[in-house]
Nanobody, 127 residues
Framework: QLQFVESGGGLVQPGGSLRLSCAASGFTLDYKAVGWYRQAPGKEREDVSCLSASGGRTNYRDSVKGRFTISRDNDAGTVYLQMNSLKPEDTAIYYC????????????????????WGQGTQVTVSS
């Protein structure tokens, strides 16, 4: 089955940090743009950040700019999301997906058909 496997979530206090990992299972990351998404209870899934295949272009939603950093290690087949200065409103299930490379150049993060979605990892920011 082709999918991502997300990990690294947990409970953290406001202002804390977490590093999420997303491992490709059954496929490689070569030549693929990737993105992180999240879904909070009662809300629609939203894009958080995405990264071009080369790693040279990144997009972030405004609410996480300056706090989150996306990165990739193609040899390890893994995408990362470093999250600092976490806020309660960051509480959500976080997912990875393959995104359209063209969308990244347009400062968007559009998931390709299928997306290789995983089960996600829960992030809870609470005191």
């Amino acid at each position: 089955q082709l999918q991502f496997v997300e990990s690294g979530g947990g409970l953290v206090q406001p202002g804390g940090s977490l590093r999420l990992s997303c491992a490709a299972s059954g496929f490689t990351l070569d030549y693929k743009a990737v993105g992180w998404y999240r879904q909070a209870p009662g809300k629609e899934r939203e894009d958080v950040s995405c990264l071009s295949a080369s790693g040279g272009r990144t997009n972030y939603r405004d609410s996480v700019k300056g706090r989150f950093t996306i990165s990739r290690d193609n040899d390890a087949g893994t995408v990362y999301l470093q999250m600092n200065s976490l806020k309660p409103e960051d509480t959500a299930i976080y997912y990875c997906a393959v995104v359209s490379s063209f969308s990244v150049t347009q400062r968007k993060c559009v998931v390709i058909e299928g997306g290789y979605w995983g089960q996600g990892t829960q992030v809870t920011v609470s005191s």
